[in-house]
């Protein structure tokens, strides 16, 4: 079955700091794997996702991630947090079919003037 | 047009009301989803439909029915429901594929009083 984990439920950064959100998969086969951001009462809007063509992914809003195999690991990087990126980060998961997308249970950032 | 398009956004409704939650997306993708997302957690996929055809129903109470009229509409039918049915309601769509994302719309807030 696949799955993800998102470490650290509240992440909080200096504005213009490094942001890093940490993300690990748990799958048999190589997973597709996205980064979502979702804002208070809106849905989900795609960040950026992962389907084997590059290890490194650029996103929207200056974000990234990187893929690592060994570390079955997919954390979302920003280089420098702005006011406008806090909001709740989910990654996710989707079976081969794309049935289903499993979510982790989300990170909350918080980005301090 | 990359929209899933929700209504309404906002619902509140008793505990003996029938009401439709509608969802509506023109992007030729044919698989189509609900979530429900309580505050503070990941959305719970509820139901999927693949083709028109109901492929996946993850033990929700038969107080929620959906329906997939077309390719492009997806409803959530409510009756009878509970207060701790109050949440967000999610609707996404996707190509078939595992490497595609999945398109939210904006959700509907329901609160059951």
């Known amino acids: 079955a696949q799955s993800v984990t998102q470490l650290g439920s509240h992440v909080s950064v200096s504005e213009g700091a490094l942001v890093l959100l940490r993300c690990n998969y748990s799958?048999?086969?190589?997973?597709?794997l996205f980064w979502y951001v979702q804002y208070p009462n809106q849905g989900l809007q795609l960040l950026l996702k992962?389907?084997?063509?590059?290890?490194l992914v650029k996103g929207i809003n200056g974000f990234e991630a990187e893929f690592k195999k060994s570390e079955t690991s997919f954390h979302l990087t920003k280089p420098s947090a702005h006011m406008s990126d806090a909001a709740e980060y989910f990654c996710?998961?989707?079976?081969?079919?794309?049935?289903?997308?499993?979510f982790g249970t989300g990170t909350s950032l918080t980005v301090i003037p | 047009d990359t929209e899933v398009t929700q209504t309404p956004k906002h619902l509140v409704m008793g505990m003996t009301n029938k009401k439709s939650l509608k969802c509506e997306q023109h992007?030729?993708?044919?698989?189509m989803y609900w979530y429900k997302q309580k505050a503070k957690k990941p959305p719970e996929l509820m139901f999927v439909y693949s083709y028109e055809k109901l492929s996946i129903n993850e033990s929700v109470p038969s107080r929620f029915s959906p329906e997939c009229p077309n390719s492009s509409l997806l409803n959530l039918h409510l009756h009878a429901l509970q207060p701790e049915d109050s949440a967000l309601y999610l609707c996404?769509?996707?190509?078939?594929?595992?490497?595609?994302?999945?398109?939210f719309g904006q959700g509907t807030r329901l609160t059951v009083v």
């Open positions: 799958s048999s086969v190589p997973p597709y």
């Open positions: 992962y389907t084997s063509a590059a290890t």
């Open positions: 996404a769509s996707s190509s078939r594929g595992g490497n595609t994302e999945a398109f």
């Open positions: 996710a998961v989707s079976d081969r079919a794309g049935n289903q997308f499993y």
């Open positions: 992007m030729g993708h044919r698989a």
